[in-house]
C-alpha cells in the first residue's frame, strides 16, 4: 500500500509559476514510477509527466514539454512538479500516482493516486 497527497495548486495568472508536491507513505519506494497525471472537466485523465524513483529519468506529455520539470527527493519520499509559463489550458485536477516495476504513460497501469489537487490558470 502506497498513500500519496498531492499539496501546492491554487490560482495563477497566465505566464505564471506553480509547484506541486506529491508526499508519498506506506511501503518503501525502490523499482517504481512515479507520475503526474491531470484531468479537466469534461475530458479524460491526461499524462503530464513521469520519473524513475531509482534512476530518475524523466519523460513528459507533449502538451507540457519545455515548460514542466518532474524531480523527487528520495530522502523526503517527495515528488515535485515545478510548472512554468502556466498557460489557461493547463487548467486541471492534478493528480500524482505511483506504479511499479516499468514506465507507463497510461493511467490505467499506476495503483495508487492521491486525491489530486487544484490548478486554475487565469488569462
Known amino acids: 500500500q502506497v498513500q500519496l497527497v498531492e499539496s501546492g495548486g491554487g490560482l495563477v495568472q497566465a505566464g505564471g509559476s506553480l509547484r506541486l508536491s506529491c508526499v508519498a507513505s506506506?511501503?518503501?519506494?525502490?523499482?517504481?514510477?512515479m507520475g503526474w497525471f491531470r484531468q479537466a472537466p469534461g475530458k479524460e485523465r491526461e499524462f503530464v509527466a513521469v520519473?524513475?524513483?531509482?534512476?530518475?529519468?524523466?519523460s513528459y506529455g507533449d502538451a507540457v514539454k519545455g515548460r514542466f520539470t518532474i524531480s523527487r527527493d528520495n530522502a523526503k519520499n517527495t515528488v515535485y512538479l515545478q510548472m512554468n509559463n502556466l498557460k489557461p489550458e493547463d487548467t486541471a485536477v492534478y493528480y500524482c500516482?505511483?506504479?511499479?516495476?516499468?514506465?507507463?504513460?497510461?493511467?490505467?497501469?499506476?495503483?495508487?493516486w492521491g486525491q489530486g489537487t487544484q490548478v486554475t490558470v487565469s488569462s
Open positions: 520519473i524513475s524513483w531509482s534512476g530518475g529519468g524523466t
Open positions: 500516482a505511483v506504479k511499479r516495476k516499468y514506465y507507463s504513460n497510461y493511467a490505467s497501469s499506476y495503483e495508487y
Open positions: 506506506g511501503r518503501t519506494l525502490s523499482s517504481d514510477y
